[in-house]
């Protein structure tokens, strides 16, 4: 029975970077936004030059979990925990990837004229944010309740994209000097949409870790 303390220690270390990658990518959702919102250039490429620690992060994590199943001989939930996290570890992943297209956007909208104040797309961000945050916790604290709160507040995102998606659109085809502008506001909502999806993705992965099955969740059941 000895072998399972040092067991818990890998596991616990295996969360510990999670967590820390989860920061970092939370941080790059709300910088990016930041980043349109202000005209900040030089935030914007520290968000691109950031883009490559968490490349390095989600390496080091799945090679833990690849060598966490080698050495350890884990049980069946501790497998589907660790194959869990990988999974996870590569949508946060593709989340940075999609921050550094929102900060390449910044780049692209540095000398752009404003004529309209961002207060939507700065919310759906922190939403979005606050959604991989809660999704990452209830994944390492096993929560499915805290999950299936995660998966609902998707809903809300979806339908603030949809009025900030259509509001651009109508303001490219009726102000012809600011179609570029608005056409961009776009689909930097459709970026932040879709960091809330792989949000999801990791709810159900908690779902997968504890039942080893896949759930709707938003069925409740």
Same mark, same amino acid.
């Given at each position: ?29 709300? &910088?990016? $936004?930041? #980043?349109?919102?202000? @005209? =900040?250039?030089? !935030? /914007? %490429?520290?968000?691109?030059?950031? *883009? +490559? ?80 945050? &809660?999704? $990452?916790? #209830?994944?390492?604290? @096993? =929560?499915?309740? !805290? /999950? %299936?709160?995660?998966?609902?507040? *998707? +809903? ?66």
């Amino acid at each position: 029975m000895a072998a399972r303390p040092k067991l818990e220690r890998e596991l616990v270390e295996i969360n510990d970077k999670v967590t820390a990658m989860t920061r970092r990518v939370e941080d790059a959702i709300v &910088n990016s $936004i930041k #980043a349109i919102k202000n @005209q =900040d250039t030089s !935030l /914007a %490429r520290a968000i691109i030059d950031g *883009d +490559e620690a968490i490349d390095d992060m989600e390496d080091e994590i799945t090679e833990m979990c690849y060598l966490f199943l080698a050495t350890q001989q884990p049980l069946a939930s501790d497998l589907r925990y660790s194959i869990s996290i990988m999974k996870m570890v590569t949508d946060l992943e593709r989340i940075g990837d999609h921050c550094e297209d929102l900060a390449k956007y910044a780049i692209r909208m540095e000398h752009e004229e404003y004529t309209q104040e961002l207060i939507d797309l700065p919310r759906m961000a922190d939403m979005a944010a606050g959604m991989v945050k &809660n999704a $990452i916790q #209830a994944f390492l604290k @096993q =929560d499915l309740k !805290l /999950a %299936r709160k995660v998966w609902k507040m *998707d +809903e809300e995102v979806d339908e603030l994209f949809r009025n900030i998606y259509d509001e651009q659109l109508d303001i490219a085809v009726s102000d012809s000097v600011n179609t570029r502008l608005s056409i961009m506001f776009a689909f930097v909502a459709a970026h932040l949409e879709r960091i809330a999806d792989y949000a999801t993705n990791i709810c159900e992965e908690t779902v997968f870790s504890l039942e080893g099955r896949w759930e709707m969740l938003c069925s409740g059941h």
